[in-house]
């Protein structure tokens, strides 16, 4: 894996955007119980449409939400 990676699983059904570096590597709709998996070598900004049903981890580390239920949500991983 890369230096930095993003763990994530829905709940519901979610819109999400993600950025990897200033590239975006995903944009679409994740479906609930999916589980996926991002990659960078210094920076993940993450956008989600449904932020509560969202949860990420970075680099193994207890997995949280980005927001709240049915609001927008956007949190940016780096590396320090």
């Known amino acids: 894996t890369a230096p930095l990676y993003v763990e994530g699983k829905t709940t519901a059904e ?4 993600v950025r990897a570096d200033d590239v975006i590597i995903f944009e679409g709709v994740l479906q609930p119980g999916e589980e996926v998996l991002w990659e ?9 449409g449904n ?3 969202l949860t990420v981890s970075m680099n193994g580390q207890p997995s949280e939400m980005i927001g709240e ?4 949500g956007q949190r940016v991983f780096s590396i320090e």
């Open 51 to 53: 932020a509560g049903d």
């Open 14 to 17: 979610t819109y999400v955007s």
């Open 40 to 48: 960078a070598q210094s920076e993940i900004d993450i956008y989600a």
């Open 69 to 72: 239920l049915g609001k927008l």
